[in-house]
């Protein structure tokens, strides 16, 4: 394989990884709405179709609560989220990295150990 070569297929496999973060990244945060929406317009419209006798103070501290730990696990999880698309790209980055070392000769590509000078 020459070196043109070596390189085109680093860079196709980059963006290929790339690509496929994005997508799980896309995926992931979608069933996050999906799920969070659902939950919260589900609570708020149970605590909206109680007659205002039944609603307790109690339920109202729950309600809030609820809410407030949705909020928490929905950021929580976006930060997840933001740090395995870093991970990842600096994961690839470093593949990248690799190849180009292997490409200047530095480096055995079956071992990915460097030669010595």
């Known amino acids: 394989m ?16 790339q690509k496929d973060n994005r997508n799980r990244a896309t995926q992931l945060a979608n069933y996050a709405f ?5 939950s919260f317009t589900a609570s708020v419209t149970v605590f909206a179709s109680q007659p205002k006798e039944q609603i ?10 609820s809410w407030y730990n949705l909020f928490l696990a929905m950021v929580a999880f976006f930060t997840m989220l933001t740090v395995m698309v870093i ?12 190849m180009s070392v292997a490409l200047s000769g530095a480096c055995d590509l079956s071992t990915h150990a460097l030669r010595p000078h």
């Open 2 to 17: 020459s070196e043109a070569e070596a390189k085109r297929k680093a860079v196709e496999s980059f963006n290929d990884h």
């Open 34 to 38: 999906i799920l969070a929406g659902g």
């Open 56 to 65: 307790t103070a109690a339920i109202t501290h729950f309600l809030h609560a």
């Open 87 to 98: 991970r990842d790209y600096f994961i690839a980055e470093a593949r990248v990295g690799r």
